[in-house]
């Protein structure tokens, strides 16, 4: 049977481990900034603890590490690693790097798969099989920030939770796991480097804001009116776009964090002129940024990607009614890397 993980503890909860072997309260600590913030993923490495202390937590604990089970790099140099958990689930990364701009991104995975079936997204294909604990969320951070060093010779920049999964719907333990990433006493980010990335949870968000937490939000918008979007995303029959919306009003007014729309432009469905008119209504509610992207063939998804001149003219109505626009070519497409396509295949095939 595989012992606990030690890093499911707090550090409080760490404090009564040790003061229950009768050592010190701040071996708890010591403890703690071996695993988070020097990435020690074994009790040996903690060289400033007893030896006794050690043996005594390697026989309770241990870390149950990911496992690369598969790493493809793209001709623009984006890596994608499949890691095997625990449980024999199967996750990816990415880690898409833009040396030009000092620029270093984790897209990370909340979930083993996802529950919302979006149309165009090939997670949404696997059915959700759990959410991912803290851990294996920061441990993706730790095992991408090394391939980043060792391939760039650089750490990791930005991260961002747009990986497989809904972040908002594993709430406790993505906010768990970015504090390990913003702590001082670990990996001590600052959180304007992280996004969240999200379908339009509208509790999720409120939450957000009852929280105080200060990461940018990218809203998966896809569709500016809800019959269009009911059609490939199914989550707006719940969560409407006036009330993501209003949620994300909510957020700006007590953060003021960084919001962008993600906006995957599909032929013929949400490239019209009519359809930016609409998106631009969405936009005057609170600071916002327009991220147009390239749509990437996902396999037995009926949707295709929209004409060059198609994207070109929605970007300029967005820009001449002055909302701030970029339009993204995707990266890594060559390895299924790119935005809405992580699916393991192997997985996949089951
Ligand atoms: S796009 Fe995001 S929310 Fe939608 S199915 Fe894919 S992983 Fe889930």
Redesign the pocket.
């Known amino acids: 049977m595989n012992k606990t993980d030690i890093r499911i503890f707090s550090l409080p909860e760490l404090e009564n481990i040790v003061q229950a072997y009768g050592e010190p309260k701040f071996k708890a600590k010591q403890i703690y900034q071996w695993i988070w913030q020097k990435g020690a993923m074994d009790f040996d490495e903690m060289t400033n603890l007893s030896k006794n202390l050690r043996e005594k937590l390697s026989e309770s604990y241990s870390f149950n590490k990911l496992e690369q089970v598969h790493q493809q790099k793209s001709l623009d140099g984006t890596i994608k690693t499949g890691w095997k958990l625990e449980d024999d689930s199967i996750i990816e990364s990415v880690l898409i790097p833009v040396p030009k701009d000092n620029r270093f991104t984790l897209c990370v995975s909340s979930?083993v798969g996802?529950?919302?079936?979006?149309a165009?997204?090939?997670?949404?294909k696997l059915k959700k099989v759990r959410n991912l604990k803290d851990y294996e969320i920061f441990e993706q951070f730790q095992k991408v920030n090394e391939q980043s060093l060792e391939n760039y010779d650089h750490k990791l920049t930005n991260i961002v939770y747009?990986?497989?999964?809904?972040p908002l719907l594993n709430y406790n333990n993505v906010l768990k796991s970015i504090d390990k990433i913003t702590n001082p006493n670990a990996a001590g980010y600052s959180m304007r480097r992280i996004t969240i990335?999200?379908?339009g949870i509208v509790k999720g968000i409120n939450r957000l804001a009852d929280d105080n937490i200060k990461v940018n939000i990218a809203l998966?918008l896809h569709a500016a009116d809800d019959e269009k979007r009911n059609k490939i995303?199914p989550?707006n029959e719940t969560n409407k776009l006036k009330d993501v919306v209003e949620s994300l009003k909510n957020l700006y007014d007590k953060t003021k964090v960084k919001i962008s729309y993600e906006y995957i432009m599909f032929k013929d469905f949400n490239d019209s002129l009519a359809d930016a008119e609409k998106l631009y209504k969405l936009t005057r509610y609170f600071p916002v940024k327009v991220n147009i992207i390239e749509y990437n063939y996902v396999e037995g998804v009926d949707l295709k990607k929209a004409a060059d001149d198609k994207v070109n003219r929605f970007a300029k109505y967005l820009v001449d009614k002055g909302v701030m626009t970029t339009v993204r070519r995707s990266r890594g497409k060559d390895i299924d890397a790119a935005?809405?396509q992580?699916a393991n295949k192997v997985e996949k095939n089951k």
Do not use: D, V
């Not at 996802?114 to 979006?118: F, G, R, T």
């Not at 165009?120 to 949404?124: K, P």
């Open positions: 979930q996802c529950s919302l079936n979006c165009f997204c090939a997670t949404g747009m990986g497989m999964g809904e990335s999200t379908a998966s995303m989550i935005c809405g992580l």
